[in-house]
């Protein structure tokens, strides 16, 4: 059964920090792209960030010199470093694996900013 269980979500004041993290089974975790994508219900889904299954890492305009993607292949888990946070960074955020021909998804883990 594939699985991807997010963590680290949680209250946090602008310009604070948060680490996710998404323990990925089922799945051989290190051939596959592994993304972070993010939802604000007033806003519907963003891309934020990806580690590819080469090791490239790129990000969304919004986060970029913020945010951290990294990925640790022997622990199957994907990670997120966000700070300088901004309220605007409030959504749920998933991640999701993404193969040659088949794509998974995390349930997702709220971050929320706010003072």
């Known amino acids: 059964e594939v699985q991807l269980v997010e963590s680290g979500g949680g209250l946090v004041q602008p310009g604070g920090s948060l680490r996710l993290s998404c323990a990925a089974s089922g799945f051989t975790f290190s051939n596959y792209d592994m993304n972070w994508v993010r939802q604000d219900p007033g806003k519907g889904l963003e891309w934020v960030s990806v580690n590819s299954a080469g090791g490239n890492t790129y990000y969304a305009d919004s986060v970029k010199g913020r945010f951290t993607i990294s990925r640790d292949n022997a622990k199957n888990t994907l990670y997120l470093q966000m700070n300088s946070l901004k309220t605007e960074d409030t959504a749920v955020y998933y991640c999701?694996?993404?193969?040659?021909?088949?794509?998974?998804w995390g349930q997702g883990t709220q971050v929320t900013v706010s003072s």
């Open positions: 999701a694996g993404v193969g040659t021909l088949f794509a998974y």
